[in-house]
């Protein structure tokens, strides 16, 4: 049974940072991409980043561009999201997503979320 749980999230003030981790399990390392996504109140869920299975590709939203950085850790079956410089518009449930297609908008598997609360 694949589980995918994320954890990290909280508030934090305009110009800080967090790092929210997913742990997948259930699943081999190899042979699954990842993915973060999220979605703020009354606007459609929306992708932030995505990471290949070995970490040598990742593909980031325009406006999280130079400022999250995703990463995995293939031995711990974890995925991270590094979010420095948050801004207000960050504040979303972060959802983590599981997908066999690299950077699929239809994931897989989809964790519970997490939610970060931006403040400015």
């Known amino acids: 049974q694949v589980q995918v749980v994320e954890s990290g999230g909280g508030l934090v003030q305009a110009g800080g940072s967090l790092r929210l981790s997913c742990t997948a399990s259930?699943?081999?390392?190899?042979?699954?991409?990842m993915a973060w996504f999220r979605q703020a109140p009354g606007k459609a869920r929306e992708g932030v980043a995505c990471?290949?299975?070995?970490?040598?590709?990742?593909t980031y939203a325009n406006s999280v561009k130079g400022r999250f950085t995703i990463s995995r850790d293939n031995a711990k079956n974890t995925l991270y999201l590094q979010m420095n410089s948050l801004r207000p518009e960050d504040t979303a449930m972060y959802y983590c997503?599981?997908?066999?297609?690299?950077?699929?908008?239809?994931?897989?598997?989809w964790g519970q979320g997490t939610q970060v609360t931006v403040s400015s």
């Open positions: 997503a599981v997908q066999y297609d690299y950077c699929s908008r239809s994931p897989n598997y």
């Open positions: 259930g699943l081999t390392a190899r042979d699954y991409h």
């Open positions: 990471i290949s299975w070995s970490g040598g590709s990742t």
